[in-house]
C-alpha cells in the first residue's frame, strides 16, 4: 500500500530477499547544507524504482553515494544482505553497480569506441584489442536501434547522440544494478521507445533499475516502485499500481498546480524578430537543417517551437543567436538586419539564446555561481582593466533573487548547484543583460515540475513587460504552457501553427510523432 515515510518506518538489514541494495539511514552534508536527512531506500531485484523529487531534493546525491562517487556523512549500504562500503566508481562496478549521469562524462576529443572502454580496455596478447572493442560498440548501437560509427569523435555527435554513448557505456559493463539519472533528458520520442524496450529487456534478465526523471508521465510508463524525496527526506515510496501523476506531483511540492498559462493583460507590440526565408545547412549530413523559414515575433509574445529530434530547432535558435551561419535569408530584430553581427555585438544589441546543452556552452565549470551569473553582463561593470565590483555584486544578487537560485551564495562552486539550479543560472545570466528578445532551447532540461513552473513564470513577467520570449520544447506539455502561438517544425519547414487552444494530440501528430502508449 501506499506508505507515507515517518521517523519510525522499519530500517536496518533487509529480510526481504528481493531487495539487492538498500541505504540505511544515509546522510550527507556539504558543510553547513545537509543534502540527505536519513534516507532509507530500497532496490528491488529486476525491478524499476523511480525516484521523484524537485531539484535539490538529494536524488542525484544519493544515486552517487550508491555508485561510489561520493561518500555517505554517517548510515551504512547493504548489498544482498551484507553491509558494504563503496569508496569509488570502480569498487561499485566490482560489485555490478553503474551510473547514467544526468551531466555527460564523456570525453568529447576521443572516439565512441574509446569512451565506451575508457579504463577497462579489452587486452589481448599484442595490446589492447580495438577490433574487439569496435565490434562490442557496433552491438551496443544495433540494440539501441542507432547509426552511429564507433570512431566518430565524440564532439561531432549531436546531444541526443551522446547521451545513447553514455547509455551504451552503462549497458557495456553487464551491471546487476543500473542507475539512470534523467537519462532521457536529450532523446527524441523514438529513441525514448527504445531505451523503454532495452529498460524492459534488462528487467527480464535481472537487473535492478534505479530512475530518475522529471517527465513525470513518462517515468510513469515502466516504474515498479515509487519513491518520493523532499528535502534531502524520503517522504512517501509506493508500488505503481497505486500511484498516478497527481500523486508524485502532491508528494513532491505539496500541491498539484499547471506550468502556467499565457501572460495577460498586456498589449503585443511591433514585430521584435523576424526570419525571412532562412535557410540553415546542416552540420552532420548534405541537405538542409532548416530549409526558407519564415517567423515573425512580436514584442511581448511568447513562441514556442516544438518538433523531434532533427526537426531544425536547434539550428533555427543557434542561427538567430549568431552561432550558426545562415547561406540564405534575413534575421531582423526590431526592422534591423543583423546577420552580419557578431555573437557579442547580437548581445548588446538586445538577442540572447540560452543554449540547450548548459556544461557546455551556458557555464564555466571553473567560475563561482555569481562570476557565470555576470559573465555576460561583463560590459556593464568593467572598464578597460577595472571592474566595479559593487555594480557586479549587484548584478549577481538580483539574477540570484529574479530566477531563484539555491545556492550557499555568490560564491559558491558552479558544480555544488543541483542541474536544475545550474539551468537556472544559465538563465538568469542571459536575462541580466536586460534583452529584448530571449531564445530558450529547451529551457526546462533537467528541471523539476517546480522549477519548470518558476522558469516559466519569470518568461512571462518578462513577456508582460515586452520582452519577446521564444523556447523550444519536445515535451509536448510544454507547448500549453505560456505560449500564445505554437510553432511546429519538421524537417527544417513549419509543419503547422496553432494557438493555444489547441490538443496535445493534434501538435504531436503535425510533427509526425505518436503518443507512446
Known sequence: MTTQVTDETPHGIPDDPEIVLAARNVAKSFGAVQALKGVNFDIRRGQVTTLFGE???GKSTLMKILSGVQR?????????????????????RDLGISIIHQELSL?????????IFMGREIRGPGGVNFAEEERQTRALMKELEEDIDPLTKVEDLRLGQQQIVEIARALSVNSRILIMDEPTSALSASEVEVLFKVINDLKTKGVSLVYISHHLEEALTIT??????????????APRNEIDLEWIVRNMVGENFDLGSPPTGHEMGAPALELKGLTVPATASAGNAVDGLDLTV????????????????????????????????????????VSHLSIAERIAAGLVLVPEDRQRDGLVQTM??????????????????????RAEAGIIDRSIREVTVKTDGPGAAIGSLSGGNQQKVVIGKMLATKPSVILLDEPSRGIDIGAKAEVFRILADHAKDGMAVVYSTSEVGECLAIAHRIIVMRRGKIAAEFTHDVTKEAIMAASGESLVA
Open 55 to 57: 531539484n535539490g531534493a
Open 72 to 92: 555517505p556523512t554517517t548510515g551504512e549500504l547493504i548489498l544482498e544482505g551484507r553491509p558494504v562500503e563503496i569508496n569509488t566508481t570502480v569498487e561499485a
Open 107 to 115: 570525453a568529447p576529443n576521443m572516439n565512441v569506441r574509446d569512451n
Open 224 to 237: 515498479d516502485h515509487a519513491v518520493v524525496l523532499r528535502d534531502g527526506v524520503m517522504t512517501a515510496y
Open 298 to 337: 512580436r514584442a511581448g509574445e511568447v513562441v514556442c517551437i516544438y518538433g523531434l529530434m532533427g526537426a531544425g530547432r536547434t539550428e533555427t535558435m543557434e542561427c538567430v543567436a549568431g552561432r550558426l551561419n545562415a547561406t540564405k535569408g534575413e534575421i531582423l530584430l526590431h526592422g534591423q538586419e
Open 368 to 389: 563561482t555561481v555569481g562570476r557565470n551569473l555576470s559573465l555576460a553582463s561583463i560590459g556593464n561593470f568593467t572598464k578597460g582593466f577595472l571592474t566595479n565590483l
